[in-house]
């Protein structure tokens, strides 16, 4: 053997081990939820767009006579009037920003996969944008799921705030001189 090949092999289990990302089961589910967000929401979308040709408000009265909804209930009332005044250009704007906003949680996910800085930023940037709203709609109107939601939201900026260089900063081999 050489002597620079001597010299370099007692670095190489080292570079392997600096090189080498911790198992993160956190970051995993943090992952998997984005990826599976991503993926409804674009599904979503789809089903959304090729909605749009059918009349919806025809198939809104079938869908409150078949679940027995109840015509005096205040949310549904709401829902039906504003189905009856949808037109379908507007549900294809609908369904092709929904579609646009599924690429954010897509994104992510895959870029958190492969462990890229910006991924873990764009993540933090995402879900804290929608705590100040959560909180805005919690303080006029109090609900449980909300509450959920907000926490989930506060505990992945900070998850991934805090371990962010143990997450995403993949370390380099240190060449000795």
């Known amino acids: ?30 992952i998997l939820f ?10 979503f979308g789809v089903a959304l767009y090729f909605q749009a040709s059918h009349d919806l408000p025809g198939e809104w009265d079938v869908i409150e006579h078949v679940l027995r909804i109840h015509p005096e209930n205040k949310f549904f009332q709401n829902i039906s009037e504003q189905i009856a005044v949808v037109t379908k250009p507007q549900v294809h704007h609908l369904a092709v920003g929904t579609m646009i906003f599924s690429l954010f949680p897509l994104v ?16 933090i940037g995402e879900s804290a944008f929608f705590v100040p709203i959560e909180i805005y709609e919690l303080a006029r109107r109090f609900s449980l799921y ?31 001189h």
Not at 34 to 43: A, D, E, N, R, S
Not at 158 to 173: D, G, S, V
Request: hydrophobic share 60%.
């Open 108 to 123: 992510e996910g895959i870029g958190m996969l492969y462990r890229a800085g910006w991924a873990g930023w764009l993540a």
């Open 1 to 30: 053997m050489s002597v620079p090949a001597k010299a370099i092999l007692p670095m190489l289990p080292a570079a392997a081990e600096a090189s080498a990302l911790k198992r993160a089961p956190t970051l995993y589910a943090i």
């Open 146 to 176: 909300l509450v959920l939601v907000m926490m989930v939201n506060i505990l992945i900026v900070w998850y991934l705030y805090a371990f962010r260089e143990t997450l995403f900063h993949h370390h380099q081999p240190r060449q000795q």
């Open 34 to 43: 984005k990826v599976i967000k991503g993926v409804l929401f674009f599904v």
